[in-house]
């Protein structure tokens, strides 16, 4: 009996032109980020996710990063919104979706907010401050989310892309974090352990249940979790680094289902 649904959307094959902000573009391999994506939904079946596809959208090249488009609380999903206008499209199937399964809440313009930009941590909400995500939507989402007792903290983020480009939760009291990309202070009350300074992108990984995914290219970083006592499992996931996407970006996971 799976304890969550992961959905996850097909790797489009527009994603040769997809946003980029902090790389250059790369040849991206098709069948070797489809073959990746499926070893990454295989990783989460084995976790205890079911696997739910969404709707394809061939023509919306980031549209395999599904954790942008919501943030799914056991309470409530809120709709996001893009910062980038290529990506606003992606909105729609993920909302018609997840109506089903939570109350839906929505973040409304000016703002501008990506999933990316919000790390989950208990009743701890970190927003990251980027080129993606505004102050507005850090102050929206303070709002919609009070009543179900959560307290929203802005964090400044600088030189990566998103928040979880720079810290996400290794374990449940323990974060994983490239210092050099946020205000450490902000994220005071948790263990914190540095991403191996040779590998600077490492910090995103995807914890389920006990164990934590990390991407392969980072076994360094993944050797100081393991030495931590977190039981971590490795995932490829190097073509769609090229579309700077990481673990967290490819599924919305939607937990406590019945
Ligand atoms: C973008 O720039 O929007 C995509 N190429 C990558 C999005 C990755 N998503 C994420 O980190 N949550």
């Given at each position: 009996?799976?304890?969550?649904i992961?959905?996850?959307r ?12 902090h790389l250059?573009r790369e ?5 070797r980020?489809n073959?990746?994506?499926?070893a990454?939904?295989?990783a989460?079946?084995g976790?205890?996710c ?5 709707l394809?959208?061939?023509d ?13 609380f ?11 206008a290529s990506?606003?499209?992606e ?7 997840l ?17 990316g930009?919000v790390?989950?941590?208990g ?13 507005e939507a850090?102050?929206?989402l ?17 030189g990566c ?6 810290v996400?939760l290794?374990a449940a009291?323990t ?8 205000e450490?202070?902000a ?5 914190a352990?540095?991403v ?8 995103n990984v ?15 970083t993944?050797e100081r ?6 039981q971590?499992?490795p995932?490829d ?6 579309a700077?996407g ?13």
């Open positions: 009996m799976p304890r969550c992961a959905f996850t097909r790797v489009p094959p527009s994603i040769v032109r997809c946003e980029l902000t250059a040849p991206i391999d098709l069948p980020a073959a990746q994506h499926r990454y939904e295989h989460l079946e976790l205890g079911r696997i739910e596809r969404l394809d959208l061939p919306q090249p980031d549209s395999v990063f599904v954790e942008d488009a919501a943030i799914v056991d309470e409530v999903a809120v709709i996001a919104r893009p910062g980038a990506r606003r499209a909105i729609a199937s993920v909302e018609s979706t109506e089903q399964w939570r109350p839906i809440v929505r973040i409304e313009a000016p703002a501008t907010l990506d999933g930009d790390l989950v941590a009743r701890r909400v970190y927003v990251g401050i980027s080129r993606r995500t505004n102050e850090a102050r929206q303070a709002h919609l989310l009070r009543p179900h007792g959560y307290t929203v903290a802005p964090v400044a983020v600088t892309l998103h928040l979880k480009s720079a996400t290794a009291d974060l994983l974090v490239n210092p050099a990309w946020i450490g202070a994220l005071d009350g948790f263990h352990i540095s191996d300074p040779s590998e600077p992108m490492a910090a995807l914890r389920i249940g006990d164990v934590t995914l990390c991407a392969a290219a980072f076994p360094r993944r979790l393991e030495q931590r006592g977190i971590t499992r995932v996931a190097s073509e769609l680094a090229k700077e990481a673990l967290t970006c490819c599924s919305l996971i939607v937990a406590n289902i019945h």
